[in-house]
């Protein structure tokens, strides 16, 4: 009985294995084990060297029929080269000879009593042909099945594959663009903060040094002012530093991801595209095609086996299309089954491996956390998702925008204000054009910080919401769907179709050459006799006594 177990983020664990089922999938939770997914690893060769005892019965069905296929090509060789061999003596007194003992041998029988006949359809013969004719009959059946199962179960494969690549890369390009739009918000941010702290920090120096100082309605505004720079000092350098993780944000999207993508579509989607559109239907035409027209000839040529040399041509060429079906079907397509089910079931643990032994760093832990996110083992809560997965603290933008930044600039932006309207009085001992400059650009730096402030925060929104689970389990259960179902199930299906056409197949090829053997067995007999017959006549002294030669029986033919 399988461990289940369900993870913080609602994904599934069994035996201590993640895996998500999609409900088109045929396999089972009970499917899964620790064993299997600790073997599964499609990028090593011990896992490629575990699939050849699944392929192997395949390839030695296929050799056989290879076999076969040379053997019964040779046997046609041979009668070409040996057509005279094959035939009745042609010599007129010999066969002169083997006509009255034949008729001898009628009129012997003709004398006796006539021997009991069996029904028709008991005889082995007829038994043995009915079965041939019933097996090329099923041949066509399941290839024409086979022809178009394997068609229909590989129309959209590729190009539901291109259509995923397409999802995974729209999404990295929406990402670059959020980060790359926080960067553009966050740059005059950072600046105007900057010049705010400069410039009110100026102002209030050159206040305090003024007589102003005394005046106890600006002494309050002053402290207060103070107290809102002291508290907002440390905020520019907080987003320089928030900068720097974006960039490494969008180099990381644009480098690691977006260029990898590119490389892969441009190099595989056009040619993997023709694949689908062209070329798949070469070898599922060639082979089901090849299949049915020489199971109809076979079938043809074994009914009454007359014309042998035309019965062993189609025999090797029945051999060789088995051989194909075999090698492709019961070899190769079962390889696949077995690689796509195993994705099915062990994918997310595959992920997990490779991403601890590819990336290093701190990239190695982001990248672990957020497969454990998505995959529902990672509970992590929503403002913390952006700066876990990726690095870039949003979680302290938002403090900034919607706690202090926005606050206390609004505050400075209203204690600017109260002091402008003191400017005329101010000390013969302060500059006058100093403080009005500090004024102006402080008061405009404010002013600008407090209109980009709700940009950023749609910005950092919308990044947010690109990251979270809700928004990215789509696309993870589409991927899974797509293994388990279009590549999984299909795979299947288009395996079972091969092999039991090329198991039919097998059998028809057999019963063909038993039936081609047996009576070539019984022609070479029957050369025997005659030649044996013919020789006695000419010997025999005379029918004196009333008496004849002895006739051999006639020879008994396995098809009637």
């Known amino acids: 009985m399988a461990n289940i177990t369900i993870g913080p983020g609602g994904g599934t664990v069994v035996d201590g294995v993640v895996v998500y089922l999609p409900s088109c999938s045929a396999i089972s939770y009970s499917d899964i084990s620790w064993s299997g997914a600790e073997a599964y690893d ?61 008729q001898q041998q009628s009129a012997v029988y003709r004398a006796g009593k006539p021997a009991l006949r069996k029904r028709r359809w008991l005889q082995p013969g007829f038994l043995f042909t009915a079965l041939l004719l019933a097996t090329a009959a099923a041949v066509v059946g399941v290839s024409t099945w086979g022809l178009v199962e394997s068609i ?8 539901n594959f291109w259509g995923i690549v397409d999802d995974i890369a729209a999404r990295v390009d929406n990402a670059t663009r959020g980060f790359q739009d926080l960067e553009r918000d966050l740059l005059p941010l950072s ?23 005394s005046n106890q309605q600006v002494s309050q505004t002053l402290d207060q002012a103070q107290t809102l720079l002291d508290t907002l000092d440390a905020v520019p350098q907080a987003v320089s530093q928030i900068l720097a993780t974006v960039k490494d944000a969008i180099n990381m999207l644009r480098d690691n991801f977006r260029d990898t993508i590119t ?23 060639v082979c089901f095609g090849l299949t049915i027209f020489v199971s109809l000839l076979c079938a043809a040529a074994f009914w009454r086996l007359r014309w042998y040399r035309t019965a062993t041509a189609a025999l090797w060429l029945l051999w060789l299309t088995i051989a194909l079906l075999m090698l492709l079907g019961v070899g190769l397509l079962k390889g696949l089954y077995v690689v796509s089910s195993d994705s099915c079931k062990y994918v997310e643990f595959l992920s997990y491996k490779l991403a ?16 454990g996110y998505y995959f529902g083992v990672v509970g992590i809560e929503d403002r913390y998702v952006v700066s876990n997965i990726t690095g870039v603290p949003t979680f302290q933008l938002h403090e900034f925008v919607e ?16 002091l402008s309207g003191q400017l005329g009085t101010v000390a013969p001992g302060v500059n006058a054009t100093t403080f009005a400059r500090n004024l102006t650009d402080g008061l405009a730096a404010a002013r600008t910080i407090t209109e980009g402030l709700p940009g950023v925060s749609d910005t950092l929104l919308r990044l947010e919401w690109q990251a979270l689970n809700a928004s990215v389990v789509p696309l993870y259960h589409r991927v899974k769907e797509y293994i388990c179902c279009d590549l999984s199930r299909n795979a299947h299906e288009v395996w079972v179709a091969w092999t039991v056409a090329g198991v039919l197949g097998f059998l028809l090829a057999v019963l063909c050459s038993g039936a081609l053997i047996f009576d070539m067995l019984a022609m070479r007999r029957q050369r025997r006799s005659i030649a044996a017959a013919v020789a006695a006549t000419a010997s025999w002294p005379g029918d004196e006594a009333g008496t004849s030669p002895p006739v051999p029986a006639a020879p008994a033919k396995l098809l009637s």
């Open 356 to 371: 601890g032994r590819k990336i290093s760093g701190d990239q190695r832990e982001q990248v672990l956390t957020a497969l």
């Open 42 to 102: 499609i990028t090593s060769t011990e896992y490629l060297e575990k699939l050849v005892p699944t392929v192997l019965p395949g390839i030695i069905l296929g050799i056989i029929c290879l076999l076969g296929f040379i053997f019964f090509s040779l046997w046609t060789c041979v009668q070409c080269c040996n057509r005279r061999k094959l035939k009745v003596p042609r010599d007129p007194s010999e066969h002169a000879q083997f006509i009255a003992s034949t």
């Open 263 to 285: 490389d892969i579509t441009d190099s595989y989607e056009d040619p993997t595209m023709a694949i689908e559109e062209t070329w798949r239907f070469i070898p599922i035409a």
């Open 152 to 159: 229909d179960a590989t129309n959209n494969t590729v190009t």
């Open 403 to 418: 706690g202090p930044v926005l606050n206390y600039t609004n505050q400075i932006f209203d204690q600017l204000a109260i």
């Open 191 to 213: 600046g105007n903060l900057s010049v705010l702290t400069v410039n009110a920090q100026g102002l209030l120096d050159a206040v305090k040094s003024s007589s102003l100082n």
